[in-house]
């Protein structure tokens, strides 16, 4: 047995526990990436590239994933478990990708449908920045370099320590080097035109709770289906205004792994006489 009062005893639990990871994520690897970009990806984290490139299947172009943090998890939760990628009725016009962290789902909606214009919204730089690598080539695709909030107020992320797929915003007195602008739900549908948004992605890291308590809610009358990651565990309150907000509006909900869909009733078909 490990003797934790010795130094180092720490830091070799963490060993252990990460040696225990490794066959799960190489079987991960391999059932999204195939053998020889999975074992392009180990050998690459094993020379510390900080930047690794990929070839993930039904994605037309190079995926770009950092070497640490949670980008290899995002990437499985993305394009191994689909989580995010919904049966919808037919193929959106307008997408808008809310959280769009380093464009792993824009990916997948930019490649599952090509026609559509996507509006991704993502707070925090470096994000934004590999978001940009991964997107170029996407000419129906623009970012936002903003936070989804309920009011254009100057926000700050407060965790910048946490791993970047859980950065989450809250308001600053005044406008700072370190800050970002905040960009209302109203601000978006008035970007895509006026349009319908046929298809609403939001993983807000809490900010969820503003969105659908603050204010009003008009804008989810030009919303078809949303695709939610509630975050109760990081802001209590969450569910409840999302819940209450979608179920005033006429939503019925379904539950997909870590998200929660809302889409709206299909009409009865006529009956043939």
Request: proline share 5%; charged share 25%; aromatic share 8%.
């Amino acid at each position: 047995m490990l003797d934790r009062k010795r130094p180092g005893a720490p830091r070799m639990n963490g060993i252990a526990t990460s040696i225990v990871r490794i066959p799960i994520r190489i079987v991960r690897l391999i059932r999204l990436l195939g053998v020889r970009y999975a074992m392009h990806f180990a050998l690459a984290s094993l020379r510390r590239k900080a930047i690794i490139e990929l070839r993930v299947p039904g994605i037309a172009t190079p995926v770009f994933c950092r070497n640490s943090g949670s980008d290899i998890f995002v990437l499985w939760q993305t394009f191994g478990k689909r989580e995010s990628d919904v049966p919808l009725d037919s193929d959106p016009v307008v997408i808008v990708d809310g959280g769009a962290y380093t464009g792993f789902t824009t990916l997948l909606f930019a490649n599952r449908f090509p026609q559509a214009e996507i509006i991704a919204v993502e707070p925090d730089e470096e994000n934004a920045r590999l978001f940009r690598r991964n997107l170029d080539s996407y000419r129906n695709v623009r970012l936002v370099q903003r936070a989804i909030w309920k009011s254009r107020t100057p926000l700050e992320i407060k965790n910048p320590d946490d791993w970047s797929w859980a950065f989450s915003v809250t308001e600053v007195p005044s406008a700072t080097t370190c800050s970002v602008a905040g960009i209302t739900m109203a601000d978006l549908v008035e970007q895509a035109g006026g349009r319908r948004i046929n298809l609403l992605k939001l993983d807000i890291e809490g900010a969820e709770r503003e969105v659908f308590s603050a204010g009003s809610l008009d804008w989810l009358e030009f919303v078809d289906t949303l695709v939610i990651e509630i975050h109760d565990c990081f802001v209590a309150g969450c569910s409840d205004a999302v819940n209450a907000a979608m179920e005033q509006h006429g939503f019925i909900a379904d539950v997909r792994g870590q998200y929660t869909v809302f889409s709206r009733p299909r009409a009865p078909m006529a009956r043939t006489t």
